[in-house]
């Protein structure tokens, strides 16, 4: 059993600050009582916060339409870098570098931000929506500048995931005080922080009933210190417990993030969400340079790396035959299911706290879509 007591003390003693040189001050944010019902705000970052390329930060908040002491947290999705290749802008970055007017969620009201679907569980919820710019998933704490080309110029970065989302999280704990609920998702590079950020949460609020869902992110598996590769640049030790930070950086890998949280925090229910042959998936797996493996078999691994010797049955997956990348902004959520069991009822029992079980499809291994119609075009001209 790999232990981490102590994890979430240390957590809530670096206090949710931002410690990244260069970070900017903004305007006032509005309190919880000043945002209009039913209409998605914008809301200034402040002091602290800042995105990739030292452009201003800011996140999303929507009262709900009626009053409710639910809350739902989001984290945005949008990629990562970790070489310079990938980080510069001029060249073909792999990340959302900035907050604008197109990361508003009343720009995409489908999924679960369609608040007219009778059967979204989460429509009279609060929602907070933590928008991504840094390139980092959210856990970085670091000003890097990578060099780029064979005459090196250099690109600095501002990983300052951790920074932004203490920001969201400091407003949220000052604003919404006592809620009866919270269910906290991540899609893509935001599912990968949730279940850390879901500690700090659980943290403040210990009388709600809290779930965790991450979306479509459970495939990274650590290969020959694969993860160092990316967490080294953004500095994520410096933000991790003793118990995480003084292990050697190539044993520390996204899968750790669930289960120091799943075993520090039994009574909230921690889950994942994953396409058996999710393209994007594939596509960092292979930045990261971990090629020729089926994305099925690490899902499966991580999911057992997480589960092994937790205490409680508190982390449950669903994986849906597919090479889809992120189900929370589709309408394919409402109407999919494997084995009988809809996602959409899966979610909502997630939510309601009862009981879920696994749902795995059968025989749904799948290679990248691109290597799928490779083979077909040459099956085709034999």
């Known amino acids: 059993m790999r232990k ?18 260069g970070a900017q001050e903004a305007p006032t944010a509005p309190t919880f009582d000043e945002l209009p019902a039913g209409e998605w705000v914008s809301v200034p970052g402040g002091e602290g916060t800042i995105c990739s390329t030292s452009t201003p930060y800011n ?15 989001h984290f945005q999705g949008g990629g990562a870098c970790w070489f310079g290749e990938i980080c510069d802008l001029s060249s073909s970055p792999s990340f959302d570098p900035l907050v604008d007017d197109s990361d508003n969620p009343a720009e995409y009201p489908v999924g679960l931000y369609d608040f007219n679907n009778p059967d979204n569980p989460f429509s009279d919820y609060n929602h907070v929506f933590v928008p991504y710019c840094t390139g980092d998933v959210h856990i970085g704490n670091n000003v890097t500048t990578y060099p780029v080309g064979e005459t090196p110029r250099n690109v600095k970065i501002y990983h300052n995931g951790y920074g932004n989302v203490s920001a969201v999280l400091d407003w949220m704990f000052a604003n919404i005080e006592n809620p009866s609920e919270v ?14 950020y879901t500690m700090s949460i659980a943290e403040q609020y210990p009388d709600a009933r809290i779930a965790q869902w991450g979306d479509s992110a459970g495939g990274y598996r650590n290969i020959d210190g694969s993860s160092a590769r990316t967490l080294t640049p953004w500095n994520t030790v410096s933000i991790l417990p003793e118990e995480l930070a003084s292990m050697p950086i190539e044993e520390i890998d996204f899968e750790l993030l669930y289960s120091a949280a799943a075993e520090a925090y039994p009574n909230v229910q921690f889950s994942q969400f994953n396409h058996s042959g999710d393209d994007t998936q594939y596509g960092f797996l292979g930045l990261t340079g971990i090629q020729d493996q089926l994305l099925l078999d690490l899902l499966l691994a991580n999911y057992d790396d997480i589960k092994a010797g937790l205490p409680a049955d508190n982390f449950h997956t669903y994986t849906l035959e597919g090479n889809d990348h992120c189900i929370t902004f589709s309408p394919a959520i409402y109407e999919v299911e494997v084995d009988g069991v809809k996602l959409i009822d899966w979610l909502r029992a997630l939510a309601n706290g009862e009981a879920v079980e696994d749902v795995t499809c ?6 990248p879509s691109s290597v799928q119609e490779e083979m077909a075009q040459e099956e085709s001209e034999e």
């Open 362 to 367: 059968t025989d749904c291994a799948l290679l």
């Open 59 to 73: 996140y999303y908040v929507r009262r709900a339409s009626e009053p409710t002491d639910k809350v739902f947290v």
């Open 4 to 21: 981490f007591l102590g994890f979430v003390v240390c957590v809530v003693a670096v206090g949710l600050m931002a410690v990244a040189v």
């Open 183 to 196: 269910f906290v998702t991540g899609c893509s590079a935001g599912a990968i922080p949730s279940p850390f």
